[in-house]
């Protein structure tokens, strides 16, 4: 069994090659649930995720979001290498591992600027058997197993390279993706990550890690909206009300649009200027992806100030998952060439 996770600071989404997982990179104490059963059907969509680590138990995602009194949203790198990361990926398998025990490889990505300083540790954090408890909503527990036989460490935009370059199954597909010269900007949640793929394989020189990330155009519009209505409201609950353009607050409705189109196209032209000067000397590009799930709202706002040609993405499939969609398959094609 094989499974992609990508650890991002705003969303961990996962695949197992049929199904997609992503929840928020959040997790808390978990605390006794009094009412387990829900009162309205409406909340029967949310997502339990809740484990338990040597006798620590978590919740995590939404469910922390909304129970846990103290909660873990990191935007710290090491510590979440160090912590964050296994929890998250545990917390992932529990979802998409169906037996108690289970052998398993996995493919992760790290960030850019952290691939090599922190590609060793996450491996040999992740690969080992992994016992812990995996609680569902009813709180019915089950105790997993899970050997990790195998994880191979990318960097994290390579993933987008990765699921254009290779089939469903793994087997290359897309020569121009294996002959070209191409550059990816990978929009989150905190950061912005660069890359070029050259010929399939990845280039440190044009790589780069900036704080960029979509949360920086968030946190602009949260601060607009505190000095207009006085509350505080936290940025990663902010998607929703900026895609739809407005939010109620104490039953007020406020125009989001003006203040959004601002900070995106601030955003957008820092994050274009880093790709253009990053990559001067690099005019042998043959084309520039934008991916990420910053990269959904962004790309029509950075597209118009590269220098280069830009390859739309595929609408297929949620911007935020390409990469773990690519993980997945070059897990398979790893792990197929070595087995034959
Ligand atoms: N359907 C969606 N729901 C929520 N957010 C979405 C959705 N589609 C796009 N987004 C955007 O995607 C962003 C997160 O993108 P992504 O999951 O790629 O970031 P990340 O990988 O967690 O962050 P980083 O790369 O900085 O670690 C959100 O902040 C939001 O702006
Ligand atoms: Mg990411």
Redesign the pocket.
Known sequence: MLIGI????????ATDGKDFL?FK?VYGESVDLQFRENLLQTEKNDEHIQIEIDDTPYFVGELAERQSSSRSFTLDQHQFVSSSSKILALAALSKLVHEPKQSIKLVVGL?IGHYRQYKKELKETLQTTHNFTSVDANGVRTEMQIAVSDVRVLP?PIGTVMDRLLGATGIPKNQRFASDKIGII????????YTISDKGRYSERGSLTTRN???R??TKIGAKLKEACNIDIE??R???A??SGSIKIRGKSYDLKPITERSFQQLATAIATDANTLWADDWDMDAIMI???????LAPYIEKQLEGVVIPIKQDL????H?VRGYYKFGLYTWRTKEQ
């Open positions: 990508d650890i991002g600071f705003g969303f961990t989404k992503v990179s960030p994290q990978d929009v989150g949640f905190r950061t912005t990550d990330g979509i949360s155009a968030f940025i990663y902010l998607f929703e900026i895609d991916t990420g799930g910053g990269g959904a709202v949620d911007y935020r998952l990469n």
